[in-house]
C-alpha cells in the first residue's frame, strides 16, 4: 500500500454525501487489523477498519460491541 494514501485517508465515518462513488484502491493489515482504502470521485482518500478474528474478518463495532441484532417491533 502507497505510504502517501496511507498518511492522507479519512475514516469513511466522516465520508461526505458529495463523495460519490467509491472505488476500492487497496488494503494493508498491521497485526489484526486490517485497513481497506478507497478513492472518492474528487481523488479524496478514505479507510475502513476491519478486524481479523478467528472467524474471520468483522467490523471494528462488531470486534467490540459483538454482532448487531436487529430488533423489529411488532405493531
Known sequence: ????????AWSIESLPEDA???ERVG???EGNR??????DAMGR???RNMIMT???PVSEYE???????????RS
Do not use: N, T, V
Open 34 to 39: 486490517i485497513y481497506i482504502y478507497y478513492r
Open 54 to 56: 478467528d472467524q474471520g
Open 63 to 73: 470486534a467490540i460491541f459483538g454482532s448487531r441484532k436487529i430488533s423489529r417491533r
Open 1 to 8: 500500500m502507497d505510504e502517501g494514501i496511507r498518511g492522507h
Open 45 to 47: 482518500y478514505w479507510y
Open 20 to 22: 460519490g462513488q467509491l
Open 27 to 29: 488494503e494493508a493489515q
